[in-house]
């Protein structure tokens, strides 16, 4: 018995065989990553890699059995991916994991479109907690869905492929930006200046005035059928664009847009897969995190309790009983420790990169407000479980009490019941337009996931 406790780096652990399988997880996820950069594209990529597996559609009229793989995709922007398994349910409950695969990008405003010395812009608004000044001069993409007049759906997917055009922020000139530099970060670019170049090319017969926003609206409407007034029935919104790449001579880490929290979205959906039918599972892939769970797509909707009900009562089980028989993990990222901003960590209570699945006992701020705070007897459950699977994992909190804070959705399904608790992948520059994580890291986490749900 080891009386010190001593953190682990799963690659100075790994053996030959066990750093393939990290660099092959990695691979997966890439490609899961470059076709998910929005809630409703994980969705349907996970839609599809679950229809592979077997699953078919699940409906809440439906009676339940042993066996049965389904997905329930509820309004294109939340999946619900479900194994049943062949312990009682009411007694052993439903494994549930829950990530969330909305990420932080700028929406596109309701009227979004003007045009402004000779260029056509998209003004933007930005969705979930960004840094500002991080957006300018990087290329984007245009990403969703605009509903014609009468029904009509078009899909649009525009900045990924190498040959498509990118759409494009400006910034002040250095040798003009004395002003800028005065300023504090979180003033120097403001929200109302996100404005993307969507157009440059003017009409030769059109109105004088707007020759360029008309030629972009020629455009649009020869190809998807759309007129300006159909943007107000759209859900669009410029994220990074481009694809995941490895980082360093070596490719130990992945650098990517939408780490957090499609690093532990994929693992998640991997462990449903790969796990043996013993326990009812489920991967709940979650929209609107990042603004707080809300609406009928998020975590404080009462989705997640239908699809718990009916899957109690398809086997005559009492709703009630098997919520408080089910456990949870709610799959979401930490920071990682950064040795260039050291100031805002407590190196003790912070996780690392390389070192494993991160467990938060709470998020939350200050004095641990606005957070779940997850029981010693659940999280001794885990710790045992994680250990007994050769799980490396680390405990940590996000940074130095009062120097900010953050939550996830642990708090929304503990709510109902549930015992949870945050599990997850510690990620370098959160919410930057490029995050980094290590391919170690979500191995470990899949490792994690696997073990909850054996
Ligand atoms: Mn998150
Ligand atoms: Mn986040």
């Given at each position: 018995m080891e009386?010190?406790?001593?953190?682990?780096?799963?690659?100075?652990q790994a053996d030959g065989n066990t750093l393939k399988e990290i660099y092959d997880f990695g691979e997966g996820y890439k490609e899961f990553l470059n076709n998910s950069k929005t809630e409703r594209d994980a969705s349907h990529t996970a839609e599809q890699l679950a229809k592979e597996q077997g699953f078919t559609p699940f409906s809440f009229s439906e009676k339940l059995k042993p066996g049965d793989k389904r997905y329930y995709i509820n309004r294109h922007k939340n999946i619900f991916l479900i194994k049943v398994g062949t312990e009682d349910v009411a007694k052993d409950g439903v494994r549930i994991m829950v990530a969330h695969v909305d990420s932080p990008r700028l929406d596109l405003k309701p009227n979004p479109m003007f045009e402004a010395n000779g260029l056509c812009y998209f003004k933007t608004h930005y969705y979930g907690g960004i840094k500002k000044y991080q957006w300018p001069t990087i290329p984007l993409a245009l990403h969703g869905v605009v509903m014609l007049r009468g029904g009509g759906r078009k899909e649009i997917c525009i900045g990924e492929d190498e040959n498509d055009p990118i759409f494009y922020i400006t910034d002040i000139l250095p040798h003009l930006g004395r002003q800028q530099n005065e300023k504090t970060v979180g003033k120097a670019v403001s929200a109302e200046s996100l404005n993307a170049v969507v157009g440059g090319l003017p009409t030769v017969d059109g109105d004088e005035k707007e020759a360029v926003k008309d030629y972009v609206l020629n455009l649009l409407n020869k190809k998807y059928g759309l007129t300006?007034?159909?943007?107000?029935?759209?859900?669009?919104?410029?994220?990074?664009?481009?694809?995941?790449?490895?980082?360093?001579?070596?490719?130990?880490?992945?650098?990517?847009y939408g780490h957090d929290d499609k690093v532990?979205?994929?693992?998640?959906?991997?462990?449903?897969?790969?796990?043996?039918?013993?326990?009812?599972v489920m991967a709940v892939f979650a929209d609107k995190e990042e603004i707080g769970s809300v609406g009928n797509t998020g975590m404080q909707s009462r989705v997640i309790l239908d699809v718990i009900d009916t899957i109690a009562h398809s086997f005559g089980a009492n709703p009630i009983e098997v919520r408080h028989n089910s456990k949870c993990i709610s799959a979401d990222v930490t920071a990682a420790y950064d040795p260039a901003?050291?100031?805002?960590?407590?190196?003790?209570?912070?996780?690392?990169?390389?070192?494993?699945?991160?467990?938060?006992?709470?998020?939350?701020?200050?004095?641990?407000?606005?957070?779940?705070?997850a029981s010693a007897e659940y999280?001794?459950?885990?710790?045992?479980?994680?250990?007994?699977?050769?799980?490396?994992?680390?405990?940590?909190?996000?940074?130095?009490?009062?120097?900010?804070?953050g939550g996830t959705v642990a708090m929304y399904i503990a709510n109902l019941g549930i015992d949870t608790i945050d599990v997850g992948v510690p990620v370098l520059s959160m919410h930057a337009p490029y995050e980094v994580i290590s391919k170690a890291d979500i191995y470990s986490l899949y490792k994690a996931c696997l073990a909850f749900c054996k």
């Open positions: 009386l010190k406790y001593d953190r682990k780096n799963v690659y100075k300006e007034s159909d943007l107000q029935c759209s859900e669009l919104c410029f994220v990074p664009a481009g694809k995941a790449r490895d980082v360093g001579f070596d490719r130990a880490l992945i650098s990517a532990c979205a994929y693992p998640e959906m991997r462990a449903v897969f790969d796990t043996d039918g013993k326990h009812t901003y050291d100031e805002v960590f407590e190196k003790r209570n912070v996780c690392y990169i390389n070192c494993g699945a991160s467990v938060n006992k709470y998020t939350g701020a200050g004095g641990k407000s606005n957070t779940n705070d999280l001794g459950y885990l710790r045992d479980i994680f250990e007994d699977n050769g799980v490396i994992w680390q405990i940590g909190e996000l940074g130095a009490i009062d120097a900010g804070g």
